[in-house]
């Protein structure tokens, strides 16, 4: 009988950096000649982080339309496919970056509901190295306290916390940081992590295959929060998801992709609305492009980075998480989109995009 996969759980704020993670983690795990699978997850339906792990022609599944706690049977029917069509032997749960509470909604539930032998063997939350800093120095941060307050619980609950992006943070200050953490957190077990790292991937890898299994839901703490305030937190983040089909002028198409990207962030980040995360996925009819990631604290440089395409016809995926009105943003993105094709001489082929609000979390369990 084939060994059941293990099961690495990972959540953590908009913007921390864990797909990046676990798409580098998925590749040491193949180099090793393992079969691994992603279960992505979103309040939308059209999941920028589902279309990066298929450009790195990485496996994977989504749970859209809610978080795990309050879509738990969707979590578990793509687990399943995932263990059908794959046969994998470790795989990564990538939850929403708004959510909080897995011990009890998700964890606990999979650990003492499920017939099945796959359960969780790891549990991580990531946190943005600068956010964290400023956050352990009581300095001001760019977002509301309530959805501040998701992001307390996320790291309140982690056992296993890596703090990421720490190549963002000045190498002098690093010994600060993780002393501030280890003095504000003293029963986690922390990392200092960039992602881009090999070393420090295989490092969280190690860490997670060290890891004690989660097998003894009473060894666990369920948290004790505030869903009101959690319910609230999330509410002021407007999401929106977009997928626009585009076709430029010959050899004009890295340029209209750089215009129509700039113009989208510069109209956010012009309106002064907190930024959770905003990422694209540029696509060419060959399969040739990337992910771009801009977070609350950018790279002031993110434009370089923006990946080349080499089709004058491309898709360009969006997934705003900005703490604004939702109709504002829509607006926002339709007048700067509306802006950049007239200086760049694109054309739409087709669009959609859809703004919301994300309703008060309902988890399917919620487990003591």
């Not at 609000?357 to 487990?367: F, S, W």
Request: proline share 5%.
């Amino acid at each position: 009988m084939r060994k059941a996969p293990r099961l690495h759980l990972v959540a953590g704020f908009l913007g921390s950096g864990k797909t990046t993670a676990i798409v580098n983690a998925c590749k040491q795990y193949l180099q090793q000649g393992l079969r691994v699978g992603v279960v992505t997850n979103d309040q939308g339906k059209y999941l920028v982080d589902t279309a990066f792990f298929q450009l790195d022609q990485i496996p994977s599944v989504e749970v859209g339309g809610g978080c795990f706690c309050c879509n738990y049977a969707d979590l578990e029917s793509q687990l399943e496919k995932l263990e059908h069509e794959i046969h994998p032997d470790v795989i990564f749960a990538e939850s929403v970056g708004s959510c909080a509470d897995l011990v009890a909604t998700v964890i606990k539930p999979l650990l003492t509901l499920r017939t099945r032998p796959l359960r969780p063997s790891s549990f991580s939350v990531f946190t943005d190295a600068r956010l964290l800093r400023l956050r352990l120095l009581d300095e001001p941060l760019p977002f509301s306290e309530d959805v501040l307050y998701i992001f307390d619980q996320q790291i309140a609950e982690a056992a296993l916390l890596v703090i990421n992006k720490i190549d963002l943070i000045a190498e002098d200050r690093r010994p600060e940081l993780k002393t501030l953490a280890q003095q504000r957190y003293p029963d986690k077990t922390i990392l200092l992590q960039n992602s881009l790292s090999a070393t420090d991937i295989a490092t969280w890898i190690t860490a997670l295959e060290d890891s004690h299994p989660l097998q003894l839901p009473e060894s666990l703490e369920s948290l004790d929060i505030d869903y009101q305030r959690y319910g609230n937190g999330e509410a002021q983040l407007a999401w929106l998801d977009g997928e626009i089909q585009l076709r430029t002028a010959t050899s004009n198409q890295n340029t209209a992709a750089r215009q129509i990207l700039k113009a989208i962030v510069e109209a956010i980040q012009s309106n002064h609305a907190p930024i959770g995360h905003l990422k694209f996925i540029i696509e060419d009819t060959h399969g040739h492009g990337g992910k771009v990631s801009i977070t609350a604290l950018p790279d002031s440089n993110w434009i370089a980075h923006v990946p080349q395409v080499q089709a004058d016809t491309f898709r360009l995926m969006i997934n705003a998480r900005v703490q604004i009105k939702s109709e504002q943003l829509e607006l926002l993105v339709e007048e700067a989109l509306e802006k950049a094709l007239s200086d760049s001489e694109a054309i739409i082929l087709h669009k959609r995009l859809e703004a919301f609000h994300p309703g008060m979390p309902k988890p399917t369990y919620r487990l003591p």
